[in-house]
Structure formats: C-alpha cells, structure tokens
C-alpha cells in the first residue's frame, strides 16, 4: 500500500497528540467518506482504474503531517488538517457544476460555517487558545497554499497522492525521495516555501505534475466530470436533493439514494456513468479547465 508508506515517512506514527486529537472531529470524519479522485471511484472502471481509494481525509491528514514535519507549527499544521473541511461529495465536480473550471475553488465558500458550527472543534481550540481564525484562514499561510506555479504542501501532496492513485508513476522510493528532500526555503518574493534539494528529484515532481495535468485535461476526464456534474444538477433541479446534501452525504450513500429514485433520465445518466466505455465518449471542449502549473525550487531558487 502506497499511501501507508507515504504517512509513514511523514512520520504518522509520531504526530503529537496535541495533533492527533484533533483527527476525531464530526467535520473531518466526513471526509474518509468522501474521495480524492471526485466521485470516479464510482465511475467506469474502463476509464478510471484506481491503484489505491483514498479519501479527502487522507489528503488532509498528509498535508497536516507534511507541513508540520517542515515547520513544528501546530497552528499551521491545523489549517492544512482542516483546509478541504468544506469539500462536498464528488469534490471538484461541484466546482464544474458551478463552470468554475479554471480556478476549482467554488466550494471553498463553507470552510468558516462548516469550522464553526463543528461544537467538538470549536471546544478544543477554545482550551487550546486557539484562535478559529488560525484555522480557518489557511490560505495565510504559504506553506499551507500559495499560488501556482509556487510549491505548498496542497499541492506537493496532490502531486504525490495522485501520482500514486491516478497516474501511477510515484514510487515508494520517489515517495522517500520527495519527503526526504523537501524543507522551507525564502522565495523570490521573500515568502517561505518548499524547496528541494536534488535536481531529480524536482525534475520526478516536474514530470508527474506533467502526466496529471495531461490526463485532467484528456476528453475522457472532461466528459466524465461533466456527466457527474450534469447528474447533480438535474437530481438538484428536480428536488431529490438539496445542494447542503452534498456536504451531509457520504459518497456511497448519495448514489445508493440517486439509483432508488425512480426517474428514467436518471437512471440513464448514472447507467451511463457506471459502464461508459472510451470508445463511446464524444469530443468535449470544456473552457478554461485549470491548468497545473508547477516551478518548484531547487536550492531555494526557482527552476526555469
């Protein structure tokens, strides 16, 4: 299993418990239930064939780990554990079904009501001395998230996560590599960020970075974002669901419910979602569709 050799050179073993307390909160253990590849777990396994599931969960616990392994921050490293809190079911394609393609941050909007109304959280940082803010706020922090083409622990374990799930050119010895190389250096605007010290190493982040970037803007990756997007809409539009569902939901549960429904266009919709072969997916040109930019540093400068 890749992903348990990942957390283990993060050091999983070893998070401080005034960490690791904080693992056990109703809003982030709703996101083991929901995955890091954006419903497609679900989808055609013609066209989407996982090597491991992983949850949002597992990507915030990673971002937590990776960012506190690098700064000893726990505030900082709580931003990270709780920076995808507000994710819904089927992740990004929400964003879709809103036609923010270019950005993907269209969901971002109920981090703060999602922290807030958590009352086991909210509880524990208020003994902590915590400021909710700290938290909530995590894009103050660069190590957290910064903007492409810049390195952050969002995006360098999206990079991993993905390269180990989707693309499947992440080794376990690319793994140790990446988090035995990476530490904080200042950039070229005087900002902390994760810089790296073996030129092949930034060249395996380069390169992977490269092969996700090509398979998010393929046809089949377009269509089938499309296509859940589309079937949430209609299932909105229709009344069968409310758009706060999809932050109540587990992913399983909302398509277990969507397939009882008796609506002939939907089931169609999800049939087609569930067996849809590539060489029956139609040309799509989406606008826009993000673009994974990526010039870490090496030695603390940035890589042309």
């Not at 989407?48 to 992983?54: G, L, V």
């Not at 079937?231 to 229709?238: D, G, H, Q, S, V």
């Not at 008796?262 to 067996?275: A, I, T």
Request: with cysteine.
């Amino acid at each position: 299993m890749y992903l348990k050799y990942y957390l283990e050179q993060l050091d999983y073993q070893n998070m401080p418990l005034e960490l690791k307390k904080y693992l056990y909160t109703p809003s982030l253990d709703r996101l083991k239930q929901i995955g890091y590849f954006c419903g497609m777990d679900y989808a055609s396994k013609e066209i989407y064939n996982f090597r491991e599931q992983i949850s949002r969960f597992d990507h915030s616990l990673c971002v937590a780990l990776m960012v506190y392994k690098l700064t000893q921050d726990r505030d900082m490293a709580l931003a990270g554990l709780y920076h995808d809190v507000a994710t819904p079911c089927f992740s990004h394609v929400i964003d879709y079904m809103k036609k923010d393609y270019e950005k993907q941050e269209a969901t971002e909007e109920k981090t703060e009501k999602i922290i807030r109304s958590d009352e086991r959280l909210m509880s524990m940082l208020a003994k902590d001395g915590i400021n909710p803010n700290a938290v909530i706020d995590f894009k103050r922090y660069p190590i957290v998230d910064n903007e492409r083409p810049k390195v952050c622990a969002d995006r360098l374990d999206g990079v991993i996560l993905t390269g180990i799930g989707w693309t499947k050119n992440i080794t376990k010895v690319d793994i140790n590599s990446i988090v035995t190389d990476m530490h904080v250096s200042t950039n070229e605007f005087g900002e902390p960020e994760i810089s790296f010290l073996r030129k092949p190493v930034v060249d395996k982040i380069i390169q992977t970075n490269a092969s996700i970037d090509q398979m998010c803007h393929s046809n089949e990756d377009n269509y089938m974002m499309e296509l859940l997007a589309a079937i949430t809409r209609y299932a909105i539009e229709k009344g069968y669901i409310f758009y706060d569902d999809l932050f109540v939901f587990s992913e399983q549960n909302l398509f277990s419910y969507l397939y009882q429904i008796d609506d002939p266009h939907l089931r169609e919709m999800l049939n087609e979602f569930r067996y849809k072969r590539k060489n029956e997916i139609e040309i799509l040109n989406l606008p826009n569709v993000k673009v994974r930019s990526i010039k870490p540093l090496l030695n603390g400068k940035r890589v042309a």
